[in-house]
């Protein structure tokens, strides 16, 4: 006779034993889970910082801008001294992500926004509640020289959904 029935008998002993000391599956989907948890905490607190916030707010901007032609414009260097602002003013009053994109509404609001002028009179806004009045004072001056017929503002605009 063969060898092949006792090979299996003796697989068998072996096998069962390392099964059973296996134990239950649930400690690791319990593991897994708890990993999935903190990696979303972590991913959370990581994305709700001001600095993140303006990041994609100038990348998101930027893009769109790129495809207009006109990312080195005058109300682009606006927009970046603003948000510059921003950055500070909630790093100095330790605000997080959730305060900035309140903060950074009123670019948004096509109710309000019907013009260019419109989107500074918002950046004047912002300026005055920051608190930085300088920047106020510059952008209201920009916001009466501001061309109602520019292609940036206009893309600016169309970006908004007005």
Known sequence: MSDVPATVTQAAEVV?????????????VAGGALLLILAG???????????FIIKQVRKRNMKELQKQ???????????????DSVLAYANDNKKKGTDVVK???????????????????????????IRDPALAREFKGRAKHVKASSSLMNGLLKRAGI
């Open 16 to 28: 069962q034993p390392v099964a059973e000391s296996s134990g239950s599956i649930w400690g690791y």
């Open 103 to 129: 903060l950074l509404s009123p670019l948004n609001d096509t109710a309000r926004i019907k013009t260019p002028r419109d989107m500074y009179q918002s950046m004047i806004y912002i300026a005055n509640e």
């Open 41 to 51: 905490f972590y991913g959370y607190k990581k994305m709700n910082t001001p600095g």
């Open 69 to 83: 032609g006109v990312e080195n414009s005058e109300f682009v260097q606006d927009l970046d001294k603003l948000l």
